[in-house]
């Protein structure tokens, strides 16, 4: 098939979900086609079957905000017509979902038929959608697909109750693809940032308020007065200054790392003994996955779709949102040596639920259903 993906090309889920899945269809002998403002960060080098076409965003002086959504609709149809694509799969709803219902009437009236999928992440539902400036659109564009889908049960509950929706919502969860490791290169690697009789524990984040980052650096505090240990973080955004200050004002500096933004976060998860997600709210929360997949298990808040990836008592540990002291009680329990190690061996197992060998096929399935209805 002809496949065309819409996205957010930065480092959030997203936009990490719709790389990985274009990456994972071109290996199988589909032609995907990347549209986008600027080149996704996990797209990497030069692969077969895998072409990105650019949106170019118009600096006109009328303009105090340019269209966006218009000109990706017309870069969309575009690529539609003269790369003869078979099916747009639009990621996150605003404004890909309502820039592809333009482009598919704009189509239809020159007699081309063009299904498309629209996949909900999160925010754009739970906090972004939800806003009335923006809720008539997304409503109508959620009702419009040719099919829809959530990445978890929570997510696609938090829809039901928020939109007016009349389609049906599949739940197809994400995934993590094959990660290649090499131990030795691991130990050489967390050598650099941590003794070994000092534990490591990560979280990667945008770093915005609904991550919740400073009770991260709360939560380490507790552990760090404890017991030896680092805390590496990755990503940036708005609350990383909080967090630096508040880093120096529990002398806490010594011990944390701040990396900013890493591409190949995985490489920095694997280092780690424990991966941290205390979010308020989270779809689904992807980091922790790939960080489970790594052998790494997770503690986190107990809120959207993180049970249904992370298993109290079995591949991490889940807490109320803002129970600092009980995350930091869990972390304690977990970092003991041989409870450790089996729970490293639980996170990895837990993460081939969400292998991409499972769950590619529903995607392709999709496709392939709505591809034989438009003949
Ligand atoms: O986490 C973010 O703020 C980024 C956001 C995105 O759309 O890029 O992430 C959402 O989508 C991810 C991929 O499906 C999910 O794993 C995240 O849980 C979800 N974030 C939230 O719901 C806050």
Redesign the pocket.
């Known amino acids: 098939m002809k496949i065309g993906i819409v996205l ?1 090309p930065t480092f ?4 990490v ?1 719709a790389t990985e899945l274009g990456k994972a269809l071109a290996a199988k002998g589909h032609q995907v086609h990347f549209i986008t403002y600027s080149q996704p960060v996990r797209l990497g080098s030069f692969r077969e079957n895998i072409f990105y076409h650019e949106v170019s965003i118009t600096d006109y002086p009328l303009f105090d905000f340019q269209p966006y959504e218009t000109q990706l609709a017309s870069k969309m149809v575009d690529v539609v017509k003269y790369e003869r694509l078979d099916i747009l799969h639009v990621h ?1 709803a605003i404004p890909h979902a309502s820039a592809a219902f333009m482009a598919q009437q704009i189509l239809k009236a020159e007699g081309i038929r063009i299904p498309f999928v629209t996949t909900l ?4 539902i ?1 906090l972004v959608g939800k806003d009335p400036s923006f809720e008539p659109v997304i409503t109508f564009c959620i009702n419009q697909s040719d099919a829809v889908t959530a ?1 978890s049960e929570s997510l696609k509950r938090d829809t039901l109750a928020h939109f007016k929706v009349t389609n049906e919502i599949q739940v197809i969860a ?1 995934f993590v693809p094959p990660l290649p490791t090499d131990t030795d290169q691991r130990q050489y690697i967390r050598s650099k940032y941590a003794a070994d009789d000092q534990a490591i524990i990560c979280h990667v ?2 770093f ?1 308020p ?1 991550k919740r980052t400073e009770d991260v650096i709360k939560v380490f505090a507790e552990v760090r007065a404890n017991q030896p240990c680092k805390l590496i973080l990755v990503g940036d955004g708005p609350d990383r200054y909080a967090c630096e200050r508040l880093c120096r004002e529990l002398k806490l500096c010594e011990d944390v790392i701040f990396l900013g933004k890493v591409r190949d976060t995985a490489h920095v998860m694997e280092i780690a003994d424990v991966f941290l997600l205390p ?1 308020e ?6 980091a922790a996955l790939e960080a489970m997949a790594v052998g790494v298990p997770v503690v986190s808040s107990n809120t ?2 993180i049970p249904e990836v992370n298993i109290h008592g079995e591949s991490g540990f889940l807490s109320e949102v803002g129970d600092i002291q009980d995350m930091a009680k869990n972390l304690i329990y977990l970092l003991q040596p041989a409870i450790l190690q089996q729970f490293k061996k639980n996170a990895l197992e837990r993460s081939k639920v969400f292998s991409l060998t499972q769950i590619l096929p529903q995607y392709e399935a999709l496709y392939r259903k709505l591809v034989e209805t438009k003949r």
């Open positions: 957010y959030g889920g997203s936009g979900v996150y992440h999160g925010t754009d739970t990445v994400n984040s945008n915005r609904v979010s709210t989270e779809s689904f929360g992807l959207g779709g």
